[in-house]
């Protein structure tokens, strides 16, 4: 057992944090939060340096390395700007774990080295206006398949960054629906974000704001057959494995945002004065930063473990849910802790806490509710199904 990083590791940091220092500043963080601004630039500065290939075998341009590197990338990008953090996690993982994990040959070899030349964006289009964490019976987006093509009909919302991406890994239901199981019948496709049929609405949100939220509407909107990912009404089974990193990618996201929030906090308690000493010195605001840092740790090396056991390809959905439900409310509660440091001032927009704590609550409902991760865990701890 070893709990250190390696060199390599240690060099990815590093580099991260001399990116992070130079090209996104509080300045510019705050600036696309408040513009509602996409980074396109600073995205392609990260496949620049290797960013976007990291993650991926080299036999498609990547440079080999796995889940946990993906991991580290989003963790310390996200420190800076949870928009940041996200804008990597969206084509690394909805498009490029997506693609390697069951994409065929054919779009491994033509998407791929465009995503890692920062050429191309994707976004994952799952969730339904009739349910989120219920996919299985809220899902009504339909795929024919008529003339080489399949014409999808349908609606989906809440679809992080939707609007400016290329293709969007959409699933549809392309089965009789008389299959035997409830997940049998749904397919994915890589659908065209610009082709005629597909119309994409920005939605208003809270936080994280930079990378959009939309809602997408499909009407009879064409998919190449050679868009379809893996098996026709195999779907559900190959979509399960992006969901899992998913999981664990925005477990590192969330200790992202936490770090951030504490560094902050913790900042602020030094310099801060009262009755003529600094805050930091009251064993109120002692007891709040020392809560902090140990649930960070905790958080951290629980969302380490899920991305170490998914890089062995080990069996991990318990433990990617524990971290995402871990991570998710720890970042919440140091930024909320963060909010009682910093008193008045962190209510004001020029102080970065109040994005924080904007950002982090998003991950209490996303991309499943902890209410629902705690059922998922209950069940593959053997306890009966309670939905």
């Excluded at 600073?42 to 340096?49: T, W």
């Excluded at 119309?199 to 959009?212: D, H, P, Q, V, Y």
């Excluded at 992006?242 to 996201?253: D, G, H, P, S």
């Excluded at 919440?332 to 209510?347: D, H, N, P, S, T």
Aim: a negative charge; charged letters at 25%; proline letters at 3%.
């Amino acid at each position: 057992m070893d709990f250190d990083l390696n060199e390599e590791r240690r060099m990815l940091v590093d580099t991260l944090r001399k990116f992070v220092a130079k090209e996104c500043p509080n300045e510019f963080a705050r600036e696309i939060d408040e513009s509602e601004t996409f980074p396109h630039g600073l995205y392609k500065k990260m496949a620049e340096l290797g960013f976007m290939s990291l993650p991926f075998p080299s036999k498609y341009g990547g440079l080999d390395g796995d889940i946990i590197d993906e991991v580290l990338i989003i963790e310390e990008l996200s420190k800076a700007s949870a928009a940041i953090g996200l804008t990597y996690f969206l084509s690394t993982c909805f498009g490029g774990k997506s693609i390697e994990f069951f994409g065929t040959e054919e779009q491994k070899l033509k998407y791929l080295p465009k995503l890692f030349a920062g050429e191309m964006l994707f976004s994952l289009a799952l969730t339904e206006p009739g349910g989120g964490t219920d996919i299985l019976g809220s899902l009504k987006t339909t795929a024919e398949k008529k003339d080489g093509c399949y014409i999808v009909n349908g609606q989906k919302t809440f679809i992080t960054g939707a609007h400016v991406a290329d293709y969007l890994i959409t699933v549809v239901k392309t089965g009789s629906g008389n299959d035997e199981k409830k997940s049998g019948g749904f397919s994915v496709l890589m659908i065209d974000a610009k082709s005629p049929g597909v119309e994409i609405r920005r939605l208003k949100k809270l936080g994280i704001r930079a990378t959009g939220t939309n809602e997408i509407f499909f009407t009879d909107a064409k998919a190449p057959v050679e868009n379809l990912m893996g098996r026709e009404n195999g779907g559900w089974s190959q979509i399960v494995n992006t969901l899992n990193n998913e999981r664990v990618a925005l477990a590192a996201l969330s200790v992202g945002i936490g770090q951030a929030a504490f560094d902050y906090a913790l900042n602020y308690a030094k310099e801060r004065e009262a009755f003529g000493r600094p805050i930091g010195q009251f064993q109120t605001i002692q007891g709040y930063l020392a809560e902090a840092a140990t649930e960070l740790e905790m958080a951290r090396l629980l969302t380490y473990k899920a991305a170490w056991l998914q890089s062995k390809g080990k069996h991990c959905a318990k433990e990617t849910a524990m971290a995402k439900l871990a991570a998710s409310e720890i970042g919440f509660q140091v930024a909320l802790k963060g909010m009682r440091i910093l008193g008045g001032y962190g209510y004001m927009m020029e102080y970065d806490m109040q994005r924080f704590f904007r950002d982090a609550e998003l991950f209490l409902v996303t991309p499943i509710s902890n209410e629902m991760a705690k059922n998922f865990i209950a069940m593959e701890l053997g306890l009966p199904r309670s939905y």
